[in-house]
């Protein structure tokens, strides 16, 4: 009698990145190849920890920073790496523009280092940050945005997806007008 014993890996996978034994390797590769990709849905504990899937663990690393996004409407954790060229990227446009050093002191004064994962693959978010951006809420949409991991309340969710949906209400047609305007960008130029 053979017995064969089958494992599920999917449980923190995102759609079409299942993996069996076989093939774990050649997902992890793709996975770090388009960055940080899917969303989840987790709840904060009493203590304002949430669960980080473990997809984007791995590609976050060891070195974490949390903080804001660029534009300053959800919280991030970022790879230390991406997080300094953010840093960097604000830093050399307000040397060329005060108006910028805004922005720079923001970014910098909402992100927090010396964050880690606990041993059950939760982050601690900073008070700050679930003040201003999570108001008490207990449920978390945790999504890929390819550089780094994006946390909104579930409520900012509704409201972005209800947004999105109304601005776009065709997605094909909002990027055909986005290409175009590219091709004629491109012909102006070359």
Request: glycine share 6%.
């Given at each position: 009698m053979v017995v064969i014993s089958v494992t599920d890996q999917r449980q923190d996978a995102p759609k079409g990145m299942e993996t069996s034994n076989g093939d774990a390797s050649e997902n992890a590769q793709a996975a770090s190849r388009l960055g940080f990709i899917g969303v989840y849905n987790h709840s904060i504990d009493n203590k304002g920890r949430v669960?980080?899937?473990?997809?984007?663990?791995?590609?976050?690393?060891?070195?974490?920073?949390?903080?804001?996004?660029?534009?300053?409407?959800?919280?991030?954790?970022?790879?230390?790496?991406?997080?300094?060229?953010?840093?960097?990227?604000?830093?050399?446009?307000?040397?060329?523009?005060?108006?910028?050093e805004v922005f720079l002191t923001r970014f910098a004064m909402y992100s927090f280092d010396g964050c880690g994962f606990d041993n059950q693959g939760r982050v601690l978010l900073p008070a700050a940050l679930r003040d201003q951006f999570l108001e008490g809420a207990q449920g978390v949409q945790v999504s890929g945005t390819t550089e780094y991991v994006r946390l909104v309340s579930d409520k900012q969710a509704a409201l972005e997806r209800e947004s999105f949906h109304a601005k776009y209400p065709d997605a094909s047609l909002a990027i055909s007008a986005i290409q175009a305007r590219v091709r004629n960008k491109k012909a102006e130029d070359g």
């Open positions: 669960i980080v899937p473990q997809t984007f663990r791995g590609l976050l690393g060891e070195k974490i920073i949390v903080g804001v996004t660029l534009s300053q409407d959800a919280i991030a954790i970022y790879p230390q790496e991406v997080w300094e060229e953010k840093v960097e990227m604000l830093s050399t446009l307000s040397r060329q523009d005060a108006a910028a």
